[in-house]
């Protein structure tokens, strides 16, 4: 494998993109599956037609290099192609999903958590499920309740999934090789409201690691983990706190199976204040999991009782102030920090 | 360039002091240690001089006004020399006051005000889970401290802030008591933090006291744990009459143990000036566990030379003149020999029992005009660090005595301070500084205390030392110095009753 060396500004979306290429071009395994991921590329009578690469293009341009045998375009219909992922990765290739909305899963659910997730351990370890399903997260663009939901916290509770969420474009590349090259079931969550956020991205092939936190930003007053889009958010809530003198560690899990917990309690050792912020639903999250880790593992570091901004307990809602009002914002997170400083 | 007359630190308890009259004018000649105004402290009053030649230019203190320690007083110009009102503001804002305690915690305290802790129905106060554990940690009770954190929480940022509180109170210079097991009290400075690894213990010589070391304390407390005490006789403690009391270096030496122990000071490098020199040996060969090192400062107990006329003036009935006579003896820079120092040494002799007890200790130490050799025979057994310090031109103790002692001392350290006399604290008080963090900073790492056995103090009848053994460690010590076939020291009851006659 080759050593990046250099770095490029990409979108997110792109840096996904170069992932996918990266990947087929290195392992013929790789195949992807979705709904309207290749479209009228390369069929006889729509030959003006480009990819469309899936509804926000993020497959755009691979059908052209790959081939419809490795970039399938699939029925809408989940439980087929999420289940054929599953079966063909149990007979040797290693299949990329696109589940298009996260809020679709279930329709495909058995095939996930029931078949996928559970091959390698009920045949002990004599069949391996590397699949990679590819899903949309996150509020923020009008596309109402069934679009707009985070649910990771629903696949972070069974065994045999990795959950990945990356929030910049360089994390979202290195990440997503690494999940191909994995021989586990890996859910990668795509925050649709990052697709255009800019990045510089590393060249070359360099996987980044499951379970290793990035620190976004380095701080001594207060741990903020936040997760996916909400590392921006808490970014930008940290600027607000600078001005305050109250200076925020944010810490970004980067995975939340496997979680970094190392990461999140030396943080926490060092600033003895922990926010966290999390886009989805507040019961049995992944927030309050790792609320839970901190009470248990680090409660002699705790100076203040632990805070989390989240979702409220309801779907995403349409109407535009609301869903506003529904993502965890930066006045949100500085109110939280200082109600325990 | 003129020069900026500041507020003196007369004691290391000195914060401020009032100005109660200004002796010169705006506009008078000065000479350098020309007295130019009088100055009062919670202690004494005394007379601020000149620090250099020249015309009192500005007076910016007047009288009545209380000026914190090295706060501005005045400005003095060479003669001739023109200083504007803009040079002079400069110069008097330049002078840097010596803040308060506590100051220098509140700018660095946390934004919001610390409060009283809150506390539920039932009285548990409210604290984080890492205040808990680290008010554990520290031995610090929660209900002594204030809250910063949010609804009167106590946060782990509140106990660091106590524990620092608590250091440097504790680090304060203060004038404690020690009363030994006899009921007897020793006055001692203690002063710098409790946690410093090195540990100093100041004795002072005959007719001295604490006060001797008052140049020096200050440069060294904020790195050392210290104490000078002042030995029984001398000083603020008690003075016993001679038949009641061991006035004897050994004897006196058993006193220095007590309180290094009383005071937590274990084992210390222990700093004897003449014939608290004397009183640090013994202490070195009595109780070794409780030395970690010997400073010995133009040291008694060394050689058998002794100034005749410091024994007659330790014997005239106490007076000024008296007084003033032995600070000449003692200290070559006769400038150096200020009414102040004459006032304090005639104040310590002349104190009811004094007398007695520095005639009892000229008996002891000086019989027939000579020193008591009882102490030097037994160089050769002494395996604690040791530096011998000594002024070259000193009256009192000859200078050669210095270079046979670090012959004798395997592994002595010496340094002769050249021009001065006997007291090379007063006269030489940066070098000595510097000489003394030397020597402290070569020491290897400071044993941790152990206790020693309750019986160690008395001294050990011949018969009870012939058949007692050795402790493991004075063993191992001897074992490890250069002399290692030599038996380990074992005091013999002759000589320890020998310091009698």
């Known amino acids: 494998m080759a050593t990046a060396t250099a770095a490029r500004t990409m979108t997110y979306q792109q840096a996904i993109n170069d992932a996918l290429r990266i990947a087929m071009r290195e392992d013929p395994r790789v195949v992807l599956l979705g709904e309207d991921i290749a479209g009228g590329a390369m069929v006889d009578h729509l030959i003006n037609d480009d990819a469309w690469g899936g509804p926000m293009g993020v497959t755009k341009g691979l059908v052209q290099e790959f081939g419809r045998d490795r970039v399938l375009d699939t029925p809408i219909t989940e439980a087929g192609f999420i289940g054929a992922a599953a079966g063909a990765a149990a007979t040797g290739l290693r299949p990329v999903a696109e589940l298009m909305f996260v809020d679709f899963f279930g329709c495909c659910m058995d095939q996930i958590y029931n078949q996928g997730a559970k091959f390698r351990y009920m045949f002990g370890g004599k069949a391996i499920c590397p699949v990679v399903i590819r899903t949309q997260i996150g509020a923020g663009v009008s596309a109402a309740a069934q679009h707009s939901g985070c649910h990771y916290s629903v696949f972070t509770h069974m065994p045999g999934i990795k959950c990945v969420v990356p929030s910049t474009p360089a994390d979202a590349k290195g990440l997503l090789l690494t999940a191909i090259r994995d021989d586990d079931l890996v859910l990668f969550f795509e925050n649709k409201v990052l697709y255009g956020t800019k990045g510089e991205v590393p060249e070359g092939d360099e996987g980044i690691p499951f379970g290793v936190a990035d620190i976004k930003r380095e701080g001594e007053d207060v741990t903020i983990v936040a997760i996916s889009r909400m590392v921006q958010q808490s970014l930008a809530a940290a600027k607000t706190l600078a001005a305050e003198g109250i200076e925020a560690e944010v810490v970004d899990p980067r995975t939340l199976s496997p979680l970094d917990e190392g990461t999140i309690l030396e943080s926490v050792a060092k600033t003895h204040h922990l926010v966290i912020v999390d886009e989805d639903n507040p019961r049995c999250s992944v927030a309050t999991d790792i609320a839970a880790m901190v009470a248990d593992k680090g409660f002699d570091l705790l100076d203040a009782p632990v805070k989390i901004v989240s979702a409220p307990h309801t779907p995403v809602p349409f109407s535009p102030p609301l869903e506003h009002a529904y993502v965890p914002s930066p006045d949100r997170i500085v109110e939280a920090v200082r109600s325990i400083r | ?501």
């Open chain 2, 1 to 501: 360039m003129p020069t900026i007359v500041t507020m003196p630190k007369w004691g290391l308890t000195m914060t401020t002091g009032t100005i109660t009259s200004w002796i010169a004018s705006e506009g008078d000649e000065v000479v350098e240690g020309a007295p130019l105004l009088t100055v009062e402290t919670e202690k004494a009053v005394n007379d601020v001089e000149a620090p250099a030649e020249g015309v009192l230019v500005k007076i910016v203190a007047g009288t009545g006004d209380e000026i914190p320690v090295m706060g501005a007083l005045a400005v003095i110009a060479a003669k001739g020399e023109v200083v504007s009102d803009d040079e002079i503001a400069a110069l008097v804002g330049g002078a840097a006051p010596v803040a308060a305690a506590g100051a220098a915690t509140a700018a660095a305290g946390p934004a919001r005000a610390p409060r009283a802790a809150a506390r539920d129905a039932s009285g548990r106060v409210n604290a984080s889970p890492a205040a808990r554990k680290r008010a554990a940690e520290l031995g610090i009770d929660l209900a002594t401290v204030e809250a910063t954190g949010p609804g009167g929480r106590i946060t782990s940022e509140d106990i660091d802030r106590a524990a620092a509180a608590a250091r440097s109170a504790s680090a304060a210079p203060r004038e404690d008591i020690v009363t030994l097991a006899s009921g007897r009290q020793i006055a001692a400075l203690v002063a710098g933090p409790e946690d410093a690894e090195t540990k100093l213990l100041f004795v002072h010589g005959l007719t001295g006291s604490q006060s001797t070391w008052g140049a020096v304390l200050g440069p060294l407390v904020d790195r050392y744990r210290l104490a000078a005490i002042d030995l029984p006789g001398h000083g603020k403690s008690d003075k016993p009459m001679p038949e009641a009391a061991d006035y004897s270096a050994a004897g006196l030496a058993e006193n220095v143990g007590e309180v290094i122990v009383s005071l937590g000071l274990a084992p210390a490098v222990v700093v004897g000036h003449s014939f608290g020199g004397a009183v640090a040996l013994s202490l070195a060969q009595q109780r070794p566990k409780l030395v970690r090192a010997l400073v010995l400062v133009d040291s008694g107990g060394l050689g058998p030379e002794i100034s005749p006329e410091l024994i007659s003036l330790a014997e005239a009935h106490p007076s000024k003149d008296v007084a003033r006579s032995l600070l000449e003896l003692f200290i070559e820079d006769k400038r150096l020999v200020l009414d102040r120092g004459v006032d304090d040494m005639y104040h310590g002799i002349s104190q009811a029992g004094a007398h007695g007890a520095i005639r009892a200790i000229v008996d002891d130490a000086f019989p027939e005009g000579k020193q008591n050799l009882s102490l030097a025979e037994k160089l050769g057994d002494v395996h604690t660090p040791t530096f011998l310090v000594w002024g070259e031109l000193d009256r009192v103790i000859p200078v050669s005595q210095s270079a046979a002692a670090h012959d004798k001392i395997a592994g002595s350290w010496l340094e002769v301070i050249e021009g001065i006399g006997h007291v090379p604290q007063v006269e030489a008080p940066q070098r000595f500084v510097e000489l003394l963090e030397e020597f402290v900073t070569s020491l290897p790492p400071a044993a941790a205390p152990e206790p020693e056995p309750e019986s160690e103090p008395e001294p050990k009848t011949e018969a009870e030392t012939a058949t007692a053994e050795p402790a493991a460690d004075e063993v191992e010590a001897a074992n490890a110095a250069a002399s290692s076939e030599e038996e380990p020291p074992s005091p013999s009851e002759s000589e320890l009753t020998s310091n009698q006659g």
